[in-house]
């Protein structure tokens, strides 16, 4: 049995030059930054609420609430570690990430290579079977004054059951 899960989020770009600005586990060098009350990875957060969707387990905010201190500047790979228990403790196995990410900054084109590896890492799949696309909102709305991103993910996990 297959299970299909798709998860989104968002996150506000703001100018802070001390805050790390993560993007699948990567820091990327910049002067901005994404708010959240983890370390803001808006595409490992999309990852795991695909995940949690496909194991029918709510959302990241029913494991993760930003109502928790215990989780304030949480990297979002522990985060993805927990989902992937989640999935063994499920017996289910993960099949294939796929991302898109919706937003003017930063650029995923000239790192996307490198967030494809730290995905494939994070999540203990194989490169080809991993992927992180992009575009813009062509200037539309708050995404399109960079004011933040969107991501939207989807699993493909299948059952290790008999």
């Keep these: 049995m297959f299970r299909v899960g798709n998860g989104i989020d968002f ?24 708010l959240g009350h ?58 294939n990430v796929d991302c ?9 084109s000239p790192i996307r290579a490198e967030l494809n590896a730290s995905l494939a890492n994070i999540t203990k799949l194989p490169l080809d079977c991993v992927s992180i696309k992009a575009t813009t909102s062509e200037g539309m709305g708050a995404l399109g004054r960079s004011e933040g991103v969107m991501v939207m993910a989807t699993v493909l996990i299948e059952s290790l059951k008999k």
Excluded: W
Aim: proline share 5%.
């Design 11 to 34: 996150h506000k770009l703001i100018h802070e030059p001390f805050r790390p600005l993560v993007l699948a586990g990567v820091e990327i060098k910049s002067e901005f930054a994404f």
């Design 100 to 108: 898109t990410y919706v937003g003017d900054h930063p650029k995923i």
């Design 38 to 95: 983890s370390d803001a990875d808006v595409i490992l957060h999309a990852v795991a609420d695909a995940i949690l969707g496909a194991l029918s387990l709510g959302d990241i905010g029913v494991h993760f609430p930003d109502t928790d201190p215990q989780y304030k500047n949480m990297k979002s790979t522990r985060i993805i570690e927990k989902c992937l228990e989640l999935v063994a403790e499920k017996k289910f196995k993960l099949i």
